[in-house]
């Protein structure tokens, strides 16, 4: 199993950014370190923080992700597009991935004149 810390940790003087652990079981604590969770360790998949912390992450990224498109930004995104101004620029501008902003031009019946892919 893995384990991948949001950022170093130190213990007797050995920092670490991710551990590797051969264990049997797993157990999860509490913050009072009542156990909430024992099992084989190799009935479990997986453990991570779930769609809360992807969301964080895109929104690092893309900070208006998720975010449902305002008509005012629909208005400049048809102007930019006219403009033809680079799509870094359009994903700087609304905060959006290069994806969100071609998806958003389809549905708007915007001209195919760019590479949308990636980012």
Known sequence: MRVRFTEPQEWDGITAEELSINA????????DGKIIIEADADVIRSVDQGSTARMGRLREA????????????????REMWAAKVPMPELVKHFGRSRNSIGSEARRLGLPKDREVRGG
């Open 62 to 77: 893309h900070p208006n992700h998720g975010v449902a498109w305002q008509e005012h930004e629909r208005t400049t995104l």
């Open 24 to 31: 049997a079981r797993v157990v999860f604590l509490n913050a």
